[in-house]
Every structure is written in C-alpha cells, then in structure tokens.
C-alpha cells in the first residue's frame, strides 16, 4: 500500500516563528502537493513538485515556499506563520501526470494553530 | 477555472436510510474522483469515473457520472456509522486537482 507521512499530527506556533512540516512518501511518486483546507473552502492547493528540486505555485502560495531536495520527500516551510495560516495542511502524492488511473493519495494531515 | 459544486453540505440521518449526493459542474469532466475523508484524517480515494453514464459499485456506495460529464451522484444505501465522514468529488486539469467543498455526512445510530 502506498504511504504518505506527515512528520507531525498537530502543531501550535507562534506568530512570526519559521514552520516546517515535512511529507514522506515510500513510493516513488513523481509528483507531490500541499494543499490546506479550510472549512466551506474545501482543499485548496498551495504548490506542488513533479520532480526533485522543481515546483509550481498553486493557488495560494502566499506566505509559503516549499522544498524537494530528494524525490521522497516534499517540505512545507511558513516563513512568518501567520494567524491566517491555521489550518488543516494535506500532503499527497502520486504518479504519472495526468489520466484516469492516476490517483492522489493523501497523508493524514497536520492540524496547525497559529497564536 | 472550473468549480465543483457539491450538495447538500451537511446531512445528518439514521442509520439504515438510504441518501445521495451530488457533485455538479459547469465544464466537462475528463474524470472524476470521489473521497471519504474521516475526522482527523486524509481523503482516502473511494472510486474513479471516465466515462458517460458509467456507474461504479464498491459495496453499498453506487456512483454515477453524468451523461455529459458534468455531474456525478454517490447514492449510499442502508448507511451506516462507518459511512460518517465528509465526502469530496475532485477532477482534475493540468497537474492540478480541483475539489468540491464536500458534504459533510454523519449517521446516526
């Protein structure tokens, strides 16, 4: 089965603190994303890597920036955490780019309060 | 940009009822894909659509695309706690997926 992980369930940071949440995922999936998600807003896709060291800006990708050093794993860095950036925040994963048998799969998510 | 629009976004019923639930768009789908996302989880990937018409079985969840590609249902018979969960549809367009803001589904025992 494949495996997402985020490194942690549920974080609390202060304003103006630097956050990282890490996603791993075991297999080989070109193509990661973090998306955050909202209440009434559904999933909102914040940017997104379909290889090691390139990305692509999503929808919202104000406040955040991302790194992919290695194919496995896909970091989400706030650089200035912003009350506005609590939220629930998604990894997912998956292969190939496009096509009906080309699924996302999604790790457990990382509940983020920001004070 | 393509918007899923999903009804309605709160159910609340008993267990045993039967219920639907709708995702619906105004551009054509080139596929669809349905998720249960459970308290405290991840969407987990419940069933795919491609095709017109097609309708898919996975247990006592029935799911339908539209003729035209443009909607899709998810009927759940004789629910059950196990089924409470927000439900979400989701297409996709250039390396990027678009998902509606789901119904929220809880079954009452």
């Known amino acids: 089965d494949v495996k997402v992980t985020q490194s942690s369930r549920y974080l609390v940071k202060r304003t103006g603190e630097k956050v990282f949440l890490e996603c791993v995922q075991d297999?080989?999936?070109?193509?990661m994303f973090w998306y955050r998600q909202d209440p009434g807003l559904g999933l909102r896709l914040i940017y997104f890597?379909?290889?090691?060291?390139?990305?692509e800006k999503g929808d919202i990708p104000e406040g955040y920036s991302v790194s992919r050093e290695k194919k496995e794993r896909f970091s989400l860095i706030l650089e200035s955490a912003s009350t506005n950036q609590t939220s629930m925040y998604l990894c997912?994963?998956?292969?190939?780019?496009?096509?009906?048998?080309?699924?996302?799969?999604f790790g457990p998510g990382t509940r983020l309060l920001v004070l | 940009t393509q918007l899923l629009e999903q009804s309605p976004q709160f159910l609340s019923i008993q267990e045993g009822e039967n219920l639907t639930v709708y995702c619906n768009s105004s551009?054509?789908?080139?596929?669809l894909q349905w998720y249960r996302q459970e308290p405290g989880e991840g969407p987990v990937l419940l069933v795919t659509?491609?095709?017109?018409?097609e309708v898919k079985k996975l247990k006592r969840l029935t799911f339908q695309f539209g003729d035209a590609r443009k909607d899709s249902s998810l009927h759940i018979t004789a629910a059950q706690p196990g089924d409470t969960g927000l439900y979400l549809c989701?297409?996709?367009?250039?390396?990027?997926?678009?998902f509606g803001t789901g119904t929220r589904l809880k079954v009452l025992a």
């Open positions: 997912a994963s998956k292969t190939q780019a496009l096509g009906p048998g080309s699924t996302q799969y």
């Open positions: 297999m080989d999936h070109e193509n």
């Open positions: 890597s379909y290889d090691v060291k390139m990305k």
């Open positions: 551009s054509v789908f080139s596929s």
């Open positions: 659509v491609v095709t017109g018409g």
């Open positions: 989701s297409t996709s367009g250039t390396y990027k997926y678009i």
